[in-house]
């Protein structure tokens, strides 16, 4: 104690104060290193054994649900109505034809919405056939598998899994189920052919690192494995490792194999008996043990020396401030020390680095403020955040109600030609601008930009219930009036009626996109209200479709001034027939479609004619005109020139011809004297026309042309019986039914009746 208190009078209050922080800092390091190091080693062994189990159960739910995703499907097969109908009466083409077509089907079907790939093989009983994607239609006796078929392996009304190996030249598995799924014995059974090594690269998938795993059937053969070599898969059911497939709770946990050892775990699946065998080596284990332990006291030298470093340099600025409290306090206050001069140094670094912040801040803002009042427009922000953001900047939009103005460029895509990308952005920024200064005076307003393009104007006014509607109105028309005069392109505007508090700037803004969308009915360069939508259109899209078929005959007949003439009658239809954008642009879609079908029946492709897409095309429009425009300068004038250089054969041209003639006069007497003479062609020639064509006759055509419009009355419309068989010109209503009845397979009535049954549920 001595000698302890003398040493202690030696020392220094710094050395002191070091050798305390030494003691107190390393004196813990060295003693948590050696536990850390004993209780890492005990629980490596421990985590291994674990993880080989966790391993093993997760394999072996993969592997039960890879075998129970294949017997799922081959229940679904067993279970199809098609798939039963065939076993039970045999593929026959002249008599169970279309049983036969829906089995293979059906089969096709499961097979390729399946994720594991597999062929099927379906065992007829009662005729002694096989039908297999693989082998075809053939006698079972040439069915490699029909040694199975006779000796059944099934034992219940479920699916039996037959490993790899199992029968002679048996080199996949082999999923069995009785046909039906239901019953025991069945009338035939189901085989699904699933190559091992698709199970095989499933197991490669799982992440098991550098463990070699292999699966053994009820008999020690290898189903599959990971991470072995070929050799190692040829020994995996030798030596000591039988013994570990036989009796894995009592064998060894540890084998010599292939001249290395390792640790093994196994896992019995209950579900299809098989054994799963993990090997981990054993110098592996041990290397990562010895890793573990040098790198354990090797973090525990760097601590300490680290801890040492630290010490000195704590104990040095722990006594630094006592040391400079008395140099202050012993020296005169003018004299400044080093700290004093960092101190005001690091205060002035301070000043000026806020001074900077505040100018990044101000050209930043206006970007800020824009995306805060998207977020508002989008839902993103609820209006009491909203109003927090408001009184923090100062954003200059105030009042009590409030409008959406939405102001779109017309004809984007030649407004995106005419400027490129860096001129575009500066074209935006003055013409929001714009809009700002004009909406300034009146109003306090902000302007946002959506999306390019587009910009969103929103007016603050103490004016509610729609008194200021016709002041907005008024500034949406100038807006408009003043970008055509300095610009040189035109733009409409949108206006939302007026919303209540930040909130309602939300549902403002969906109104304004809303009413945006009528732009194609109502022109371009015009000020959209909800008055100037229309509330109502025709009940009936009679006239509508008569106009198209009308434009589809003129160019069937190769007319297209008069196809051009009724698409102007069609484009003054459209606004009253329609109830906004989407359903115009579906009824030009709509006859985009038939020019496809007139195009394929002339043994082109739509593809062909156009450079682009059409369809693409017309959804870029944005006005009635432009979609008239190009229906004429585009797709009128490419169908006419291509038709000038196609080589249409006679027989053709006049089976076209015809054709139409029939459609256009199906509810008048026909008859194939009167088609000749109308075309200036012999009876022998269309008859020849219609059957190298269409494997029919004149008559027959239009018999059938005629049952089909019957059929459309009578699931569409309530017209009736007696009625259609006038139009169709039948002289009785009687023989109207008869050839119905014998075309269709039941009397109109029923027809009726039960495709009017049948709709609500499709």
């Not at 525990?300 to 202050?328: D, E, F, K, M």
Request: charged share 25%.
């Amino acid at each position: 104690m001595k000698l302890f208190r003398g040493l202690s009078a030696l020392l220094t209050f710094k050395r002191k104060l070091l050798a305390v922080i030494v003691v107190l800092s390393i004196a813990p390091i060295p003693l948590f290193g050696l536990f850390s190091s004993y209780t890492i080693s005990r629980s490596v062994e421990e985590e291994v054994d674990l993880n080989h189990q966790m391993i093993l159960a997760q394999i072996e739910s993969h592997v039960d649900a890879f075998l129970q995703s294949l017997g799922k499907s081959s229940l679904e097969i067993a279970s199809n109505p098609s798939v039963e109908s065939s076993v039970r009466h045999g593929i026959s083409i002249e008599r169970h034809l279309t049983e036969s077509t829906e089995m293979l089907d059906a089969l096709q079907k499961y097979r390729s919405l399946s994720d594991i790939g597999f062929d099927v093989s379906v065992v007829y009983n009662q005729f002694d056939k096989v039908y297999s994607n693989r082998y075809g239609y053939i006698d079972l006796n040439q069915f490699p598998y029909r040694e199975i078929v006779r000796n059944s392996p099934l034992k219940y009304n479920g699916f039996v899994v037959v490993s790899p190996n199992t029968y002679a030249n048996q080199n996949e598995i082999l999923i069995v189920r009785p046909i039906p799924a239901t019953s025991l014995p069945g009338i035939g059974m189901l085989f699904l052919h699933v190559n091992p090594d698709k199970l095989t690269a499933f197991l490669k998938e799982l992440n098991i690192g550098q463990k070699i795993l292999f699966i053994f059937d009820e008999r020690g053969k290898v189903v599959a494995g990971s991470n072995a070599s070929a050799t190692e898969s040829d020994l995996a059911a030798s030596v000591r490792l039988y013994e570990y497939w036989s009796r894995p709770k009592e064998g060894p946990r540890q084998i010599r194999f292939n001249d290395n050892e390792y640790d093994l775990s196994a896992l019995r699946s209950a579900f299809t008996n098989w054994t799963y065998v993990t090997m981990t080596p054993t110098a592996e284990l041990n290397r990562k043990l010895d890793n573990i332990r040098h790198a354990t006291f090797g973090m525990v030298a760097l601590l300490s020396g680290i801890w040492v470093v630290l010490a000195v340099a704590g104990s040095n600025r722990l006594y630094v401030p006592i040391q400079r409290l008395l140099a202050l306090f012993s020296s005169p206050a003018s004299e400044r020390s080093d700290a004093i001069q960092t101190l005001d140094r690091n205060m002035r670094q301070m000043i000026e680095t806020n001074k900077q912040l505040q100018v990044r801040l101000g050209e930043q803002l206006p970007y800020f403020r824009e995306g805060v009042f998207l977020r508002l427009l989008r839902g993103d922000m609820s209006d009491h955040e909203f109003r927090q953001q408001m009184e923090r900047y100062g954003f200059p939009l105030q009042g009590a109600w409030f409008y959406v103005c939405l102001v779109e460029v017309d004809r984007f895509g030649e407004f995106q030609r005419m400027y490129p990308k860096k001129d575009r952005s500066l074209i935006a920024y003055a013409l929001s601008k714009m809009i700002e200064e004009i909406s300034a005076d009146r109003y306090s307003s902000i302007t946002v930009a959506p999306r390019s393009g587009q910009f969103a104007l929103l007016l603050g006014t103490e004016q509610g219930n729609g008194e200021g509607d016709s002041a907005v109105r008024d500034l949406c028309d100038e807006i408009r009036d003043k970008v055509s005069r300095y610009f040189p392109f035109t733009v409409s505007v949108s206006m939302s009626g007026v919303k209540k508090e930040y909130g309602g700037l939300i549902d403002g803004y969906q109104e304004a996109q809303s009413l945006m969308g009528y732009r194609l009915l109502l022109g371009t360069n015009v000020t959209i209200a909800r008055a100037d939508v229309p509330t109502s259109v025709r009940s009936s899209s009679k006239p509508l479709i008569e106009s198209q078929k009308a434009i589809m005959h003129s160019v069937a007949q190769g007319d297209f001034e008069q196809a051009e003439r009724r698409l102007e009658e069609l484009m003054r239809i459209v606004p009253k027939s329609v109830p906004n954008t989407e359903t115009a642009l579906a009824s030009f879609a709509y006859l985009i479609g038939e020019l496809d079908g007139f195009i394929h029946e002339l043994g082109c492709e739509l593809e062909g004619f156009f450079e682009a897409d059409p369809y693409r095309s017309l959804y870029e429009l944005g006005s009635l005109e432009d979609v008239e425009r190009w229906l004429k300068e585009t797709v009128f004038r490419s169908i006419r020139d291509k038709l000038g250089t196609l080589q249409v054969g006679r027989q053709k041209r006049l089976l076209r011809q015809v054709l139409a003639y029939i459609h256009d006069r199906y509810d008048q007497d026909l008859s194939l004297q009167g088609a000749a003479d109308h075309f200036g062609a012999s009876t022998g020639q269309i008859g020849r026309a219609f059957k190298d064509e269409l494997d029919t006759n004149f008559s027959q055509y239009v018999i059938q042309y005629r049952i089909n419009k019957a059929k459309e009355w009578l699931i569409h419309t309530d017209m009736p019986i007696k009625e259609m068989a006038e139009r169709l010109r039948y002289t009785t209503v009687h023989n109207f039914t008869r050839i119905f009845a014998k075309t269709v397979g039941v009397p109109p009535a029923t027809y009726r009746k039960n495709n009017r049954d049948e709709k609500p549920e499709e």
